[in-house]
C-alpha cells in the first residue's frame, strides 16, 4: 500500500524505475529473461514500495489457486481437530493452501460454505456432512467445473463423490458385542441423526450383535439426540427413569459417555458393575473420566492426510478419484474399566 492507502501496481514500479510494465511482471515472477540487476532493483523497488501480488488476478489467469477447502461440521472436537492436522501436513507439503469453514451441524450454513468455496475458486474441496443435510445438491457447481470433491468420514453415497470412513458398522457391532459378553442384556444406544451413515451404521452393528445374542431389539432403548454433552445429560436422567434399568449404554461419541458417566455416578451409579458405558472417537476425555472410557480408536489425522492426498494426486493427475472411489480405514476397540464386568 502507498501512503495514500491506494494499492501499488506494477505500473507504480515501472514509472519510478523508467522500465516497462512488462519488465517488472516478468522481474517479480522470475523469468529468465530480465537481467539479473535489473531484476534486483525490481524486487527491491517493489518490497519499498509495498507492493503485494494480486494472487487472485493471476489465478483467475492460471485457472488454478493452489487453495484446497475443508468443510467440517464443527472445528471443536479432538477427531475433527486431529483430521485437519493431518489434511494440513499433506498439503502444505504440497504447496497448497487451505481454506476451513464449520456448517455448524446445518445444511444451510454448509450450502453457504459451499457458495463461499466456489466464490474463493478452490482447486479441490473436502468436506465432511452436517448433522441434517438431505441433499448434496450445492456441491454440483463443483462438479460440472470439474473440481473434485471428496466427502470423508461423514459422507453421502454417490458415485461421483469419492469417500473415506471407517467400517462403522463392524466397529458398533464389536462394541455391542463385547458389552453383552460382558454380561449387559439391556444395552441403550445414544445415537445421532440416521440421515448420516457413520449413525446409521452404527445402529445396524448394533442390532446385528443383539441378534446375534438372541436379544430382541428394543426401539425404546435407542435414544437420538444432537450429541453434545447436555443431550447427554438428559439423556442419562431419561436412562435412570427407565424400568427396569439398564445395564449397559453405548453411544456414537466419547462426549456423550463421559457426561452420562458424570451424571449417573452423581445418582450413585455404580460403572460398570450396575451399568457398563462404551463411547466412540477415543477423545484425550476418554482417559480422564473415572473409570476410563472404552471406545473405539480410529486415527483422524490418517484420514485427514489419506484425503488430502487422493484430493492432490488427482490433480496433479497422477490418480482418478473415480478409480479409487471409497477407502475404507482401520478402527480398532480399546477396552477400558467403564465395561469391564468380568
Known amino acids: 500500500m502507498s501512503d495514500s492507502g491506494k494499492e501499488i501496481t506494477i505500473y507504480d514500479i515501472a514509472e519510478k524505475l523508467k522500465v516497462s510494465a512488462a519488465t ?4 517479480l515472477k522470475d523469468h529468465p529473461r530480465v537481467n ?7 524486487i527491491k523497488a517493489a518490497e519499498e514500495m509495498g507492493y503485494r501480488s494480486n494472487s487472485f488476478a493471476s ?10 477447502g475443508v468443510i467440517v461440521p464443527r472445528l471443536n472436537s479432538s477427531f475433527m481437530s486431529d483430521v485437519i492436522a493431518g489434511i494440513e501436513k499433506v498439503v502444505n507439503d504440497n504447496n497448497y493452501n487451505l481454506i476451513i469453514s464449520q456448517s455448524l451441524e446445518t445444511m444451510k450454513k454448509e450450502i453457504s460454505n459451499a457458495r463461499a468455496m ?3 475458486r478452490v482447486d479441490g474441496l473436502l468436506v465432511s456432512l452436517a448433522y441434517d443435510t438431505t441433499s448434496i445438491e450445492h456441491f454440483e457447481p463443483f462438479i460440472k467445473r470439474n473440481i473434485p470433491v471428496l466427502f470423508f468420514d461423514r459422507i453421502f453415497e454417490h458415485e461421483q463423490y469419492p469417500q473415506i470412513y471407517i467400517d462403522n458398522f463392524k466397529a458398533a457391532y464389536e462394541v455391542t458385542k463385547h458389552l453383552l459378553e460382558q454380561g449387559c442384556k439391556r444395552i ?6 440416521q440421515l448420516r ?8 452393528g448394533y442390532k446385528k450383535a443383539l441378534e446375534e445374542h438372541q436379544i430382541d431389539f428394543d426401539g425404546q432403548l435407542v435414544i437420538i439426540n444432537d450429541l453434545s454433552a447436555k443431550e447427554a445429560a438428559v439423556a442419562a436422567e431419561t436412562i435412570l427413569q427407565m424400568d427396569p434399568l439398564p ?11 463421559v457426561s452420562c458417566i458424570q451424571v449417573l455416578k452423581k445418582a450413585g451409579i455404580k460403572i460398570p458393575e450396575q451399568i457398563a458405558v462404551a463411547g466412540f472417537n477415543n477423545d484425550p476425555a476418554a482417559c480422564v473420566i473415572e473409570p476410563n472410557l472404552t471406545t473405539v480408536n480410529y486415527k483422524g489425522y490418517e484420514m485427514g492426510e489419506v484425503a488430502a492426498n487422493m484430493l492432490i494426486n488427482h490433480l496433479a493427475n497422477r490418480q482418478d478419484l473415480q478409480q479409487t472411489h471409497s477407502l475404507i480405514l482401520r ?4 477396552v477400558r474399566e467403564s465395561s469391564k464386568r468380568k
Open 197 to 204: 451413515n457413520v449413525y446409521a451404521e452404527r445402529l445396524r
Open 36 to 42: 539479473k540487476n535489473t531484476k534486483k532493483k525490481i
Open 59 to 68: 489465478n483467475l489467469r492460471r485457472k488454478n489457486s493452489n487453495i484446497i
Open 247 to 257: 445395564d449397559g449404554i453405548f453411544t456414537v461419541n466419547d462426549v456423550s459417555a
Open 24 to 27: 517488472v511482471s516478468r522481474a
Open 188 to 193: 441403550v444406544h445414544i445415537t445421532g441423526n
Open 331 to 334: 478402527s480398532e476397540l480399546i
Open 118 to 120: 466456489l466464490n474463493n
